[in-house]
């Protein structure tokens, strides 16, 4: 049972517009520096692209708490990526997954 306080860890799968992609990785990457360097529950955020398919983007997300990720879903800078991104996203799909191991240097 999941009482808020268990880490979050989704994987979040999105096709973008090609024609849109050098912009959106633009927004990605200001967003994703800016939640992990302001944002204590934000652990980890990390994306990259199918290699020979680059419009594929996956993100593996890593919140310290339910609580986390739901304040960083409000946070401004969240919310001026979603915003500027809309019509960029083709599909996005977020899975939750169970870590297995996470290590990082």
């Given amino acids: 049972m999941n009482t808020g306080s268990e880490k979050i860890v989704r994987m979040a799968e999105l096709e973008i517009d090609p024609a849109q992609?050098?912009?959106?990785?633009?927004?990605?990457?200001?967003?994703?520096?800016?939640?992990?360097?302001?944002?204590p529950g934000v652990l980890m955020?990390?994306?990259v692209s199918i290699k020979d398919a680059p419009e594929k983007v996956r993100i593996l997300e890593v919140y310290a708490s339910r609580q986390a990720y739901e304040a960083h879903i409000q946070?401004?800078?969240f919310l001026k990526y979603k915003t500027l991104t809309t019509g960029m996203v083709r599909s996005l799909n977020l899975v939750d997954v169970d870590p297995i191991a996470l290590s990082a240097k």
Avoid: C, G
């Avoid at 992609?21 to 944002?39: F, G, P, R």
């Fill in 45 to 47: 955020l990390h994306a």
């Fill in 75 to 77: 946070t401004p800078h």
């Fill in 21 to 39: 992609l050098e912009e959106y990785i633009a927004l990605l990457t200001e967003e994703i520096e800016t939640s992990v360097a302001k944002e």
